[in-house]
């Protein structure tokens, strides 16, 4: 039997992080003392309220079918949390809850691109994006940047990737995987291209709550009225109240673009997991303390993995200015990033990964969601391995 795959799945890049990561976990089966560097998510523990809310729904009976886009008291909660946190706008009519806020990516690109449209993704990116924008029958149009520009495109690096067929930017600020933030400024003024060309933007804010040194979040939807017409954001409550495996994302759009979303939510997944739901209204409404705590946590390794890495021979780091990773370049090392992660895995047990998965060759991520413990040991290992490349 001969299967023909769909061309859009066939034109899917398979996960590149993928090998090395089951090359890791069979290592630690095995009974291998492997330090993982590969997390992208939190390391903490859902805190306990919103636990027991999803637990006190599911032991009340709330499990059946909700509404398609999400139970009315969450996308109000959502609806708040982006006026008080956000100064923005939103009917819970413009409010869509996914499957998680890759779910919600996911069904922004398949709302708005389709064949013959190209989109605009700075790189490094988030590995999903081209994926979801090929899958749509659209093209992904990669712009680089590098580590001496902070991994920011520019408003003219962007004025000259338009062309007619351009539907959508793509931002995440702040990124994975760099830990890049734009200023306020500076992503203002990429909205500003946008809407002088008439480009949408998919702006990815995942990790609004993660900035360090006391960087400001600014959402792009809130510029001008303008902005908050071109832009639709992306959001969940993964990475701010470690809700990984809850799959639950949520999505603030213009009308229009939120009625589409819920048409193909409607036919594809239904309503996210319904005693979930009631765990992140919970989320939103209930104490932040956690929050606190957990940054004064990732400020500490942060600034001990930056500053190991700045000291290893062959390797330059950029410092994050949020989310959890750093991005160091390894290309003094002579390695490009897919031998240098597979052998530094081979030879000193560490799992990193290759950054030619965000399509950037030349340099590795390092998760930093993971303890102190593994921080140091794991880096004295890096640092054995780099010193015998670099000598
Ligand atoms: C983690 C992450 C998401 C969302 O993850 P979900 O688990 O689907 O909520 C979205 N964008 C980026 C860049 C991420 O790193």
Redesign the pocket.
Known sequence: MQYRISKHAAALTPSLTLAIDAKAKAMKAEGQDVVGFGA?EPDFDTPQHIKDAAVAALAAGFTKYTPSSGIAELRQAIADKFKRDNGLTYKPSQIIVSC????S?FNAVMATCQEGDEVIIPAPY?LSYPEMVKLAGATPVILPTTDASDFKVTPDQLRAAITPRTRLLIV?SPS?PTGSLYTPAELKELGDVCIERGVLILS?E?YEKLVYDGAEHVSMASFSPEHYAHTIVTH????AYSM?GW?L?FMAAPEPIAKAVDAIQSHSTSNPTSFAQKGAVVALTGPQDHLKLWLAEYTKRRAYAFHRLSAMPGVTCVNAKGAFYLFPNIAQTGLKSTEFCARMLEEEKVAAVPGVAFGADDNVRISYATSMTNIEKGLDRMEQFVRRLVK
Do not use: E, P, Q, V
């Open positions: 992208g998680g806020g890759k779910h990516c988030w995440n994975n990815d995942i969940g409550f993964a990475k990984t799959r994302g």
